[in-house]
């Protein structure tokens, strides 16, 4: 029997189908509410609306678990990498052998950028943060690639897909190079994805770069960790820019935008900056009374989530990556690594933070791991952005095969002024 909910307005009743996913909470299926009955449903912040159906990932806030297209990531980020992570996103199953040879073969062959895009680079001021130019360069992609821009062709949807796959590592090295001021180094295609892009960052044309293998791996899973997270700000940003039927580098582009916030895809950087202000286990408590005090703004970062109320998956397989890292630099005793792991555990027992459910997420580790492999904290956004386009992608595809797509319109909750007349300014006081 099909499930349904009903809503009493002014006494009359009204019914609305309860829709059952694979897994999860039931949802009601509001979209007849206005025309049946007059009325918008309003809830800031989405906090209780499902804005679409999606296939792609699955999260258990409450048990503290996430899924890609049904795989266990923490699963994945041991055993996958990120490549075959960004087929499974896409494609929605793990890829054959020789599925595997065709699209890692495509992705190298896509790595390079139009050489005219280091023109476009050259217009920026030395010194701009790197996100700064990755937003600008990663739109201005349709006009150097206009042959993939139609979004109804499935051919051009795949090649331009695969093109920012490929494309965008390049273009966050570049970002950061022309930042530090050091020439761009070219892929080298030789390498995996992830060791490729540490040679593209940390790379000199004066030497050989030689890859650290405890280092790309490790990066690797960052990559896998960051690569989807279902409708979080960016992904829905991007939805929302895409159901206008922009180009798919303009509509991509606009998650970057929305990642850069320190809310975001910038709460590592922040959490890294807290654990180092903080800087010795015996300022702790000191911080988590500012955090708990309402009358101050701070926040402990890299703690909380809007969905998970359970520790997250992701800060898991993050705290152990730190610590692999550090062991390699031969750095077990990290002062702020030490911090982090002292405030964890006090955070963990305190009444506060229990209450409120709030545990580390991904980005309480992952600043303090980056930092330690070299990359500046304004690369962390980037790295962030750089995984999180195989998500984005495959979200902007699944909306454009979805027969229900429409374009995203919200409705609002008028609070502004009744209709009124205008006096001409010759007339006023
Ligand atoms: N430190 C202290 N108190 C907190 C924190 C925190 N990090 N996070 C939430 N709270 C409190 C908050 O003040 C509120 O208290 P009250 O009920 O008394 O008003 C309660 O917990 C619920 O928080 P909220 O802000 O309503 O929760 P939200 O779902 O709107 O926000 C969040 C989620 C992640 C934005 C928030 O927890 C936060 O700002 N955390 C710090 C920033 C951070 O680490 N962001 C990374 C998120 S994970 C990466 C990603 O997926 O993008």
């Given at each position: ?289 500012k955090a708990k005090d309402k009358s101050d703004p701070f926040k402990l970062m890299g703690f909380g989530h809007r969905v ?59 600043g303090i791991t980056l930092n330690a492999m070299g990359f500046p904290s304004t690369m962390f956004t980037p790295l962030f ?45």
């Open positions: 029997m099909t499930k349904k909910s009903t809503i009493e307005i002014n006494g009359k009743k009204f019914d609305f189908p309860i829709l059952e996913g694979t897994t999860g909470p039931d949802v009601i299926d509001i979209s007849k509410l206005y025309a049946s009955t007059g009325n918008f449903t309003i809830d800031p912040g989405f906090t209780s609306t499902a804005s679409c159906q999606s296939s792609i990932t699955y999260i258990d806030g409450d048990k503290g678990e996430c899924y890609y297209r049904g795989y266990p990531m923490d699963e994945l980020a041991e055993k996958s990498s990120y490549l075959e992570i960004a087929y499974l996103l896409w494609n929605g199953s793990l890829p054959t052998k020789a599925e595997w040879t065709e699209y890692a073969d495509a992705i190298k062959n896509h790595t390079m950028v139009h050489e005219q895009m280091k023109n476009f680079f050259n217009g920026f001021r030395r010194g701009s943060h790197p996100m700064a130019i990755l937003t600008s360069v990663v739109a201005a992609l349709s006009a150097f690639y206009p042959d993939s821009i139609d979004v109804n062709d499935l051919e051009q949807r795949q090649i331009s897909a695969r093109r920012m796959i490929a494309k965008v590592p390049t273009l966050a090295a570049m970002a950061y190079k022309y930042s530090i001021g050091q020439p761009f180094i070219y892929p080298d295609n030789s390498l995996d994805y992830s060791e490729n892009f540490m040679q593209m960052t940390f790379g000199v044309p004066a030497e050989k770069y030689k890859v650290n293998k405890v280092f790309s791996k490790a990066l690797d899973k960052i990559f896998i960790l960051h690569a989807d997270h279902e409708q979080n700000a960016s992904t829905s940003t991007v939805r929302l820019a895409a159901s206008s039927g922009v180009n798919p580098f303009a509509s991509i582009s606009t998650g970057f935008t929305s990642l850069w916030g320190p809310l975001h895809g910038g709460a590592n950087e922040a959490a890294l900056n807290m654990l180092k202000e903080i800087g010795d286990v015996k300022k702790i408590p000191e911080y988590i009374k998970y109320k359970n520790y997250d998956p992701r800060a898991k397989v993050m705290q152990k990556t730190c610590h692999e890292v550090l062991e390699d630099l031969g750095r077990k005793d990290d002062k702020i690594m030490q911090v982090a792991l002292e405030l964890e555990k006090i955070a963990l027992q305190d009444e506060y933070f229990i209450e409120k459910k709030l545990y580390p997420n991904i980005d309480f580790y992952s952005a750089v995984a999180r386009t195989a998500g984005w992608i495959a979200h902007w595809k699944e909306m454009y095969l979805d027969p229900q797509n429409k374009i995203g319109r919200p409705r609002q909750l008028y609070i502004g002024e009744k209709p009124r007349k205008f006096i001409e300014l010759k007339n006023r006081n």
